[in-house]
């Protein structure tokens, strides 16, 4: 498969722990972007990365959030002493950099806080 | 920032039937607009989208039509059948930055 893949697709915690999330891109993408999905809503966007350079983030998103993306290929997104509010779906999404670029979605981690 | 309306929520139509999906947006350095299509527990797949330059684009049974002037730019659905409900995203995007979504809408196909 050689379309965007994230892991988990499923993760169930309880409050105050700590989750992370994988988003691993299409390769040749180099444009890489995290979105949060509540039912019924569109997606949220996070934040975005071009190549390892975190290029824009969200001025809704919490300190407890924090995303990465070390090598400019896969990255991760950490959500640190979860919350109930923060139950949701996470997408990350990936595009090339060369103009305006179709993106695409990757199957999502859906996240259940206790 | 950007802000992206859409109209309706929800719309039903008989099977058949055309079905038009509307979206405003209020940054005017926004240039590329894409409609996704996202089926109850599946990712976002895009369907069709147009850049600033052109007002109209179709394929087979979508078109979108963009109105650079009053900042909209419309979904259009012919023929529609059953496996067309979904909710389907507007969203506006200035090269290739920051993508913003808007609500969706609940389409539904009654046969």
């Known amino acids: 498969d050689t379309g965007v893949s994230q892991d988990p697709r499923h993760k169930i915690t309880k409050r105050g722990q700590n989750v992370t999330f994988r988003c691993d891109p299409i390769?040749?993408?180099?444009?890489l972007y995290w979105y949060r999905q509540t039912l019924g809503q569109g997606p949220e966007f996070l934040t975005y990365f071009q190549n390892e350079a975190q290029l824009e983030k969200s001025r809704l998103l919490s300190d407890r959030f924090s995303a990465e993306r070390p090598k400019g290929s896969f990255s991760t997104l950490e959500i640190q002493r979860t919350e109930q509010g923060d139950s949701a779906m996470y997408l990350c999404?990936?595009?090339?950099?060369?103009?305006?670029?179709?993106?695409?979605f990757g199957p999502g981690t859906r996240l259940t806080v206790l | 920032g950007e802000n992206v309306e859409q109209h309706p929520s929800t719309l039903s139509v008989q099977e058949g039937d055309s079905a038009v999906i509307k979206c405003t947006y209020s940054d005017s350095a926004s240039n590329y607009f894409p409609w996704y299509k996202q089926e109850l527990g599946k990712r976002p797949q895009l369907i069709i989208d147009i850049r600033s330059n052109v007002g109209e684009k179709k394929d087979q049974r979508i078109a979108v039509t963009l109105n650079k002037t009053a900042k909209h730019f419309s979904l259009h659905i012919t023929e529609t059948q059953p496996e067309d409900s979904a909710v389907y995203f507007c969203?506006?995007?200035?090269?290739?930055?920051?993508?913003?979504f808007g609500p969706g809408t609940r389409l539904s196909v009654l046969p």
């Open positions: 969203a506006a995007n200035n090269y290739g930055q920051n993508f913003v």
């Open positions: 390769s040749e993408h180099n444009r």
């Open positions: 999404a990936s595009s090339l950099a060369t103009g305006i670029s179709e993106q695409f």
